[in-house]
């Protein structure tokens, strides 16, 4: 099994700035993406980022590209959500998750049926 302990969310001012942490734990893999999904109150969960073990490939949703980055750190047990320029419409609950598997460049794992393991997920909220 996989622990996905999500950290880093809160309350923040339109325009404001957050970095969402996913600290992974329990069984490794030689091959797994991590990814970002949210979801806000009364609609599905939505892909936002994913990362590739490697850390060297990287897929962003186009209505968070250029705000978002998605990065991990040199031991590959942590990943984060760099959040700028937040708006009102960024408000979601937030979710890490990960994916056993090769990231593949031609084909982008945006799917929440398509990662195996999940976090509690935490709450990010951007007022106006």
């Known amino acids: 099994q996989v622990q996905l302990v999500e950290s880093g969310g809160g309350l923040v001012q339109a325009g404001g700035s957050l970095r969402l942490s996913c600290a992974a734990s329990g069984r490794t893999f030689s091959r797994y993406i991590m990814g970002w999904f949210r979801q806000a109150p009364g609609k599905e969960r939505e892909f936002v980022a994913a990362?590739?073990?490697?850390?060297?490939?990287?897929h962003t949703t186009d209505s968070v590209k250029g705000r978002f980055t998605i990065s991990s750190d040199n031991a590959k047990t942590t990943v984060y959500l760099q959040m700028n320029s937040l708006k009102p419409e960024d408000t979601a609950v937030y979710y890490c998750?990960?994916?056993?598997?090769?990231?593949?460049?031609?084909?982008?794992?945006?799917?929440?049926?398509?990662?195996?393991?999940w976090g509690q997920g935490t709450q990010v909220t951007v007022s106006s």
């Open positions: 990362i590739s073990r490697s850390g060297d490939n990287t």
């Open positions: 998750a990960a994916r056993v598997g090769l990231y593949s460049s031609s084909y982008h794992y945006t799917g929440e049926g398509e990662y195996d393991y």
